[in-house]
């Protein structure tokens, strides 16, 4: 039997997702206009200035260990050149 109260971590994982949709959805300007939160990520990548980013990790929190992060230097959300030891307030660790 499925457990009725989901487990922390895919609570977290839905708030992050929640979180980057809103994100990007507020930068595009697209809020209200029905198009789907897949329709947003393909069509458009957020500003870097946008989330904060940096080209210095946060701690131990880097791009290349982040969800989004696509080697050599780019990310899924984020638009414009991403270096590896690079950080956003769109951060989601790898699981
Ligand atoms: S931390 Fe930000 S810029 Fe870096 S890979 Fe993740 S979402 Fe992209």
Not at 51 to 72: E, F, H, I, M
């Amino acid at each position: 039997m499925p457990a009725l109260v989901p487990s922390p971590t895919a609570a977290l994982s839905r708030r992050r997702s929640v979180l980057t949709f809103a994100a990007l959805a507020g930068a595009a300007g697209i809020v209200g206009t029905g198009l789907a939160p897949g329709a947003v990520a393909a069509a458009t990548k957020v500003a870097q200035k946008t989330v904060a980013y940096r080209s210095s990790p946060n701690g131990k929190l880097r791009c290349d260990l982040c969800t989004q992060w696509q080697a050599p230097a780019s990310c899924k959300v984020v638009e414009g050149t991403i270096s590896p030891s690079g950080w956003c307030s769109l951060y989601a660790a790898k699981a």
